[in-house]
């Protein structure tokens, strides 16, 4: 069983800053499991889910949507299983549920070393983020 667990939502304004964190958890998943991709994906009103950003657990290399790119920053503490998702200059087309999303890493992320964005087989129940003057 894996659980993850958002926080750090909430309003902001257009041009701020706010930063969400995710604790993954889970027997097997801490102790066993060390190839894996964790990311965020977020969801706005009537709209389709979006994946927003990931990093893969074995070299933190980072893959972002291009909506966020230099915006948005994941990061990894890997002792703490817990990911970060650092967002900046944000804007009101940000507003969303935003989830945090895991998986074990499958073959062709362990080939290219890296991770695509995207909803993966496990996720939270996400946390609001506002964005509005």
């Known amino acids: 069983q894996v659980q993850l667990v958002e926080s750090g939502g909430g309003s902001v304004q257009p041009g701020g800053s706010l930063r969400l964190s995710c604790e993954v958890s889970?027997?097997?998943?801490?102790?066993?499991?060390?190839?894996?991709?964790v990311g965020w994906f977020r969801q706005a009103p009537g709209k389709e889910r979006e994946g927003v950003a990931t990093?893969?657990?074995?070299?933190?290399?980072?893959t972002y949507a291009d909506s966020v790119k230099g915006r948005f920053t994941i990061s990894l503490d890997r002792p703490k299983n817990t990911v970060y998702l650092q967002m900046n200059n944000v804007k009101p087309e940000d507003t969303a549920v935003y989830y945090c999303t895991a998986q074990r890493a499958r073959q062709e992320d362990r080939q290219e070393r890296s991770c695509p964005v995207g909803v993966y087989n496990y996720y939270g129940q996400g946390t609001q983020v506002t964005v509005s003057a």
């Open positions: 990093i893969y657990s074995m070299n933190s290399v980072t």
């Open positions: 889970g027997y097997s998943w801490t102790r066993y499991v060390t190839r894996y991709c």
